[in-house]
């Protein structure tokens, strides 16, 4: 059973930083391609950033560009976001997921970052 | 960047209705389109990608059509369970983009 678990979300200031994980279980992570997703309180989904399955094809949306860093560890089967210089406009539920090919066929259950002061 | 607009941005309906919910993307984007649904509190699900094909697992009365700008997805018969949002995304080019959404409510 495919399973991804994210973890590392909580409140942090303005201008904080947080690093998310994703636990990745049930699948050959090293052969997916992997994906930031997030959805702030209330609002739709917005693509956050993707790294290719070996991790040397990575983008990121404008609104996180020079702020977030993905990366992942194939050999934990893991996925990471750092967020750094947070706003209180990157407040969201933060999805990890799986792609394939153009759709996101698997999700984790989302972790919250709430930046407030 | 491909903006993706949805419309309706919510529909009333009752059970056993046929709901359309349309997807239009900025500018040509082949068959690189996938649909969700998404209940409160939860993760999306993957129902249709490239833009017609069913996801394994989701019932059938749910189809998606199109290519190009334009693309639809038809809810057949309008089961208890299908009442959630919906969300459009492109894979054409990054930036990824999602639709805006569309709440199916019960009339």
């Known amino acids: 059973e495919v399973q991804l678990v994210e973890s590392g979300g909580g409140l942090v200031q303005p201008g904080g930083s947080l690093r998310l994980s994703c636990a990745a279980s049930?699948?050959?992570?090293?052969?997916?391609?992997m994906n930031w997703v997030r959805q702030a309180p209330g609002k739709g989904l917005e693509w956050v950033s993707h790294?290719?399955?070996?991790?040397?094809?990575?983008y990121y949306a404008d609104s996180v560009k020079g702020r977030f860093t993905i990366s992942r560890d194939n050999a934990k089967n893991s996925l990471y976001l750092q967020m750094n210089s947070l706003r209180a406009e990157d407040t969201a539920v933060y999805y990890c997921?799986?792609?394939?090919?153009?759709?996101?066929?698997?999700w984790g259950q989302g972790t919250m970052v709430t930046v407030s002061s | 960047d491909i903006q993706m607009t949805q419309s309706p941005s919510s529909v009333s309906a009752s059970v056993g209705d046929r709901v359309t919910i349309t997807c239009r993307a900025s500018q040509g984007i082949s068959n690189w389109l996938a649909w969700y649904q998404q209940k409160p509190g939860k993760a999306p699900k993957l129902l249709i990608y490239?833009?017609?094909s069913l996801q394994s697992g989701v019932p059938s009365r749910f189809s998606g059509s199109g290519s190009g700008t334009d693309f639809t997805l038809t809810i057949s018969s309008l089961q208890p369970e299908d009442f959630a949002t919906y969300y459009c995304q492109q894979a054409n080019s990054f930036p990824l983009t999602f639709g805006g959404g569309t709440k199916v409510e019960i009339k």
């Open positions: 790294i290719s399955s070996s991790g040397s094809i990575i």
């Open positions: 490239a833009a017609s």
């Open positions: 049930g699948f050959s992570f090293s052969t997916y391609e």
């Open positions: 997921a799986k792609q394939l090919l153009d759709g996101f066929d698997f």
